[in-house]
């Protein structure tokens, strides 16, 4: 049983996820927010195998609640994966470049 954590200030999107994945027998949504401080305490709640975070959310954004998440409940694997998928969005070419554009954006 994969246990999921789904944070988005956007309530329609987080819904949307929360109902695709209601249906796989596999996973289970342990927890839902709309904002990154609200993400990190439910992380160190839940102590979720996964974490699908919104990158711009009221109080901390996506960035900085997977790195602190990291150390506090979510597996090594787990966030470097969500950090690339950042990089991506970032238009970075790496993981160190997607951070070093978060830090100089002020997001970490």
């Known amino acids: ?5 789904l944070a988005d ?3 329609l999107i987080r819904g949307a996820l929360a ?6 027998d596999d996973i289970t949504v342990v927890a839902e927010t709309g904002t990154g401080d609200e993400a990190l305490a439910m992380a ?3 102590r979720p195998d996964a974490a699908v ?11 900085p609640v997977a790195e602190i ?4 409940a979510l597996s090594p694997g787990r966030v470097r994966n969500y950090l690339s998928a950042t990089a991506a969005e970032l238009g970075a070419e790496n993981r160190r470049v997607a951070a070093r554009t978060a830090r100089g954006r002020g997001w970490l």
């Open 9 to 11: 200030d956007e309530h």
């Open 53 to 63: 975070l919104g990158l711009r959310m009221p109080g901390r954004d996506g960035v």
């Open 1 to 5: 049983m994969i246990r999921v954590l």
């Open 44 to 46: 160190r709640a839940h």
């Open 19 to 24: 109902s695709l994945l209601a249906p796989d």
């Open 69 to 72: 998440a990291s150390h506090a």
